[in-house]
């Protein structure tokens, strides 16, 4: 995948990661960049197409297909932290995780590859997280519904691979945006060094882009037992 003379579509791009990727798109020579965001006169971020579009609105997701007919490369971004826990958080707030990041990114996911494909293929980036393998107190829905992109991911990247679009994961940790503004600074990693990463990835049609020592950490104890990713709970019994 090329980003130099690609058209870019990225939800969520009004602030934090969303952000420095559609700038660092434009610096990297995209020829149109979208920046897919709620309110559009709010955006002001130069050189982008402005792109009105709620992912949890499927009206909304099929309009901005339409508008953005000339796409080649779809990265969805666009995410929210509710903290809800899953034994006795509100279901509301579960839902409305889920909505977003499943449901949500699954829905422009299917609105694009069409596009995507008639404009001879590209490609597609889902921002995931560390907590698509780990799940904690805290980050209930949040953990379960980005489990469930990461699911979804894996499956579209093979159902598009004959439409000659690539499907990459990014996972990453706490970033410094606002979603993490109550995370001590040494524990955040620059969002705009994430997406250099991030783009590099797609450029390289990696499956996965992994961010971070943290993030490293997890995928390597993803082969081990359960006490590895959580070392809290108590000693496994011998079976």
Request: proline share 5%.
């Amino acid at each position: 995948m090329d980003i130099k003379n690609s058209v870019a579509v990225v939800t969520g791009a009004g602030r934090g990661l969303g952000r420095h990727l559609a700038a660092q798109l434009l610096d990297r020579g995209a020829a149109k960049v979208y920046a897919g965001v709620r309110n559009p006169d709010a955006l002001d971020l130069p050189g982008v197409e402005p792109l009105r579009l709620d992912i949890t609105d499927p009206e909304s997701v099929v309009r901005a297909a339409r508008a953005a007919a000339d796409a080649t490369l779809l990265i969805n971004n666009a995410g929210i932290s509710t903290h809800v826990g899953l034994a006795d958080g509100d279901m509301a707030d579960i839902r409305l995780e889920m909505e977003t990041h499943f449901f949500g990114s699954l829905g422009v996911t299917r609105a694009f590859a069409p596009v995507i494909a008639a404009n001879g293929g590209g490609a597609l980036l889902n921002v995931l997280s560390i907590l698509s393998w780990i799940h904690l107190p805290g980050y209930g829905g949040y953990s379960a519904a980005k489990a469930a992109e990461l699911a979804m991911t894996n499956v579209v990247r093979r159902e598009l691979a004959p439409s000659g679009i690539d499907v990459t994961a990014l996972h990453v940790g706490y970033m410094d945006t606002e979603m993490a503004d109550y995370v001590a600074p040494e524990d955040k990693v620059d969002p705009a060094w994430v997406a250099g990463l991030a783009l590099d990835g797609i450029e390289q049609r990696a499956l996965e882009v992994v961010v971070g020592d943290r993030s490293r950490a997890v995928r390597a104890a993803l082969s081990g037992g359960l006490e590895l990713l959580y070392p809290d709970l108590p000693a496994p019994k011998a079976l």
